[in-house]
Structure formats: structure tokens, C-alpha cells
């Protein structure tokens, strides 16, 4: 057995933690832009986002598009700012242009490329997290993914707004005397796909289920060097009653597809559900239910613990030297009176969600201790 502290093995309890950081990033304001038709006010909980993540994010400034000031004092919504029901659930979400200081592309490298960030039923989150809108369908290809159309030093060459789409209150990302780009929730998918306007057929079916297995490979190969974007936001959501929905398709992809040496996926998986727990138990941050938290962990220790057992010693640069335990053992060592009880009597109940792996991975995560996995 590989002997290493306890504090180590609790790494991966820290590195879903944010660092608290209340300093301004936009002026001591939650106004970017005021105009006689409208005001680009932010809600006070999407500024403390941009406060606390100032080293990853830049909000826009009206100044920096460059678009006629006529278009601009025409308009009767912001052109940075956009509320609406986008997803179509009944709650509020936000789209709002933002700069990346981490999103990096070959074509200018040292560029903080816009983007557009999309916060989902943002007043029922008290830390909400935003979607990062990149190109897909036939865009997916593209070298540089924002689907803001930013020309680098010469300024942001689009602005937003938002018509009703076949049916859909749809944001809509304008390029004067251009195009224009619609980014229309698919219910299917569980995310937003990014539409010329000029291609859209509401007669046919533009968001498509990722049921076609090429479709399925396709995106996970787009997404690996982001793989969060899989994890974080495709595999576990909710319908607009608020019920839990589990994309076992993407599980059944990384299970077949993770190496010794290839496990980008499973990594990202535990981070994002590690930090769902940690968001539940220790700051009382609560997306899921308790009972919808336990059927995640379920589904994806289901996916990630085999593969952590089988891969980690053959390959242990790219498992962490197995420090990072896995799931299960992290709800076994972090919270044994707690968690680890509830999940236990959960898992019984729900005859283990009829998952294969869950209950070998449960007598597995209790062969940890301080030291490591077995």
C-alpha cells in the first residue's frame, strides 16, 4: 500500500473550493452601461461572481463594441446584458459578455477572447455557475470556439439581444451588416446550440437527441481539452419539474473509453461531484437534494471507481499516485457519521440504482484509510 498523509488524500476536498475574493472587478458598480432605452444592470449575486473570479473573467465594456452608436442608442434591451427564460423552465437565466483570461487559441494567443457565459435559474443559486457558450453543430470545428465575434485589438464586432425563436425566448448574438446567430436551448441535450439564422428550419428537428453514437463520439472529442463542459453541465440536470435527469450515454462513453493514460473525463467527473458534495455538506449551497445528490454519486462512482481500481497503479502520473482516492472513498474518509451513512441506507433502499459496480465499490472505498487505496 502506497503511503502517503491524509492531508493529501483530502487534496481533492480543497480543489473544488473558490477562493473568497470580494474585490471589485467592475468599478464599484453592477452598471456597465446606461442609455435612455435601457440599463446594463447586473443582479448583485452575477457582480459577486465577477468579484470572486476576476482572475479568470473581465466583464465587457460598452466602449469596447464596435458597433454604430445609432444601432446602439436604438436598441430597447443591453447589448452586453441579456435576462430572460431561456431555457424554458419558467426561471430567469442571464447571458453577459465576459473576456477569458485562461481561454487561450493559437490564432492570437496572448488575446483575452470574449465570450458569451449563460447563468441558468441564477436567483435560486446562491453561487450560480455560468455556461460557457462555445460553437457547436457545424461551427464545431471552428479553431476559435466563442461564438462572440471579437476582431482582437480592433473591438467586439456583435452585441446581443433576444427575439422569440420557434417558440423560444432565444438569445440572439448580432454581427452587423453580417449575420446573425441564434443560441437556442435544446431540452434534448440539455444545452445550447449555436444556429445561424439563416439556417434554421423550424420544421425541422435542429435539437436532435445525442442518441447517433458518432454524434456522441464526436462531441466528447471536441470537448476533452474542456472536459468540464461534458461533466459539469451534460450529465446530470434537471427538467423543468426540478426532477434529476442522468445522461448515462456520456457514462457509458468514458467507462469504454477511459485508458491508463487517457482519463481526462473520470478526473473532471470527480472533481465536479466532489464539489457538489462539498457545496452540500460544508457550505450549505444546495443545486441538488440530498436523495438527488446519493443517485449522482451512484451513477458516477458507478463510472469512475472501476476505472480509478483498475487503471491507477498502472499508470500513476496520470492518476495522481492514486491520492486522490476516488469517489466513494472520499465520502468514506470525509464524511463517515454523515454522508457515508445516508448513502449507505440510500443505496440499500434503491437496490444500488441496479448499477453493476456500486456495491463492490462501496466494500472497495472502506479499504482506504489515511494511507491511501489499498
Not at 464599484?28 to 473573467?57: G, H, M
Not at 419558467?90 to 449563460?118: C, P, Q, T, W
Not at 454523515?338 to 440510500?346: E, G, H
Amino acid at each position: 500500500m502506497k503511503v502517503l498523509s491524509i492531508s493529501i488524500i483530502f487534496y481533492l476536498l480543497f480543489i473544488g473550493c473558490k477562493k473568497n475574493d470580494n474585490t471589485s472587478v467592475i468599478n464599484n458598480t453592477a452598471t456597465l452601461a446606461d442609455n435612455q432605452n435601457y440599463s446594463c444592470e447586473i443582479p448583485s449575486v452575477i457582480a459577486d461572481y465577477f468579484r470572486v473570479n476576476k482572475a479568470t473573467w473581465e466583464l465587457v465594456q460598452i466602449n469596447e463594441l464596435k458597433v454604430e452608436k445609432e444601432t446602439l442608442s436604438k436598441l430597447k434591451n443591453c447589448p452586453l446584458v441579456l435576462e430572460g427564460d431561456f431555457d424554458g423552465n419558467g426561471d430567469k437565466d442571464i447571458a453577459i459578455m465576459a473576456r477569458s483570461k485562461k481561454i487561450r487559441y493559437d490564432e492570437v494567443k496572448d488575446h483575452n477572447y470574449a465570450f458569451l457565459l449563460v447563468f441558468n435559474n441564477y436567483e435560486k443559486s446562491r453561487n450560480p455557475e455560468p455556461l460557457i457558450i462555445r460553437k457547436n453543430g457545424e461551427y464545431a470545428d471552428d479553431e476559435v470556439q466563442t461564438v462572440i465575434y471579437d476582431q482582437y485589438n480592433e473591438g467586439i464586432w456583435s452585441y446581443l439581444s433576444k427575439e422569440n425563436v420557434c417558440g423560444k425566448e432565444t438569445i440572439v448574438v448580432r454581427i452587423p451588416e453580417s449575420s446573425s446567430f441564434y443560441i437556442i436551448w435544446d431540452k434534448n441535450k440539455n444545452a445550447y446550440q449555436y444556429i445561424n439564422s439563416l439556417d434554421l428550419d423550424c420544421n425541422k428537428n435542429n435539437t436532435s437527441k445525442l442518441s447517433d453514437s458518432n454524434e456522441l463520439e464526436k462531441m466528447m472529442k471536441q470537448n476533452v481539452s474542456s472536459s468540464e463542459n461534458v461533466t459539469d453541465q451534460l450529465i446530470f440536470t434537471k427538467d423543468s419539474n426540478n426532477n434529476l435527469q442522468i445522461n448515462t450515454e456520456i457514462l457509458n462513453y468514458i467507462q469504454t473509453y477511459t485508458t491508463a493514460t487517457d482519463n481526462t473525463y473520470v478526473i473532471a467527473l470527480q472533481k465536479y461531484v466532489t464539489h457538489a458534495i462539498i457545496q452540500y455538506y460544508n457550505r450549505n449551497e444546495r443545486q441538488w437534494t440530498e436523495d438527488q445528490l446519493i443517485k449522482i454519486i451512484a451513477y458516477a462512482s458507478n463510472t469512475t471507481d472501476p476505472l480509478h481500481k483498475k487503471f491507477w497503479k498502472e499508470s500513476p502520473e496520470n492518476w495522481h499516485q492514486g491520492m486522490w482516492g476516488n469517489i466513494l472513498s472520499f465520502c468514506y474518509l470525509v464524511y463517515p457519521k454523515t454522508l457515508w451513512v445516508k448513502l449507505q441506507s440510500q443505496l440499500k433502499t434503491e437496490n444500488y440504482y441496479n448499477l453493476s459496480n456500486v456495491k463492490e465499490m462501496v466494500s472497495y472505498a472502506q479499504e482506504f484509510d489515511k494511507f491511501g487505496p489499498p
